[in-house]
Nanobody
Framework: VQLQASGGGLVQAGDSLRLSCAAS????????MGWFRQAPGKEREFVAA???????AYADSVKGRFTISRDNAKNTVYLQMNSLKLEDTAVYYC???????????????WGQGTQVTVSS
């Protein structure tokens, strides 16, 4: 199983970015696909998840600004990030799990992470 995260970069506060997570070795539509992030010196935290049903869940800190979606034909999950803030700076990881959880330690598969840096 491989999860390939991409799309990170350096942006200014208020800008947008779209992260992608391309899955291979699993059919992502049958998994819960999640995004987590980890800032320097902090624990990895839940950002968003999309269930196989298509229902979504978000951390309070990103609700209304971030949108998780999936393209089943491409076996890819996206994280659209709008109105980015300085505190969104982190390495973003995608992950896959058989059931929904907002706890990173419960996820089975992980991508390599993509850096998002938001500057003022």
């Amino acid at each position: 199983v491989q999860l390939q995260a991409s799309g990170g970069g350096l942006v200014q506060a208020g800008d947008s970015l779209r992260l992608s997570c391309a899955a291979s070795g699993i059919t992502s539509s049958t998994y819960v696909m999640g995004w987590f992030r980890q800032a320097p010196g902090k624990e990895r935290e839940f950002v968003a998840a999309i269930r196989s049903s298509g229902s979504t869940a978000y951390a309070d800190s990103v609700k209304g600004r971030f949108t998780i979606s999936r393209d089943n034909a491409k076996n890819t999950v996206y994280l659209q990030m709008n109105s980015l803030k300085l505190e969104d700076t982190a390495v973003y990881y995608c992950a896959a799990n058989r059931y929904y959880s907002s706890t990173y330690s419960t996820y089975d598969y992980w991508g390599q992470g993509t850096q998002v840096t938001v500057s003022s």
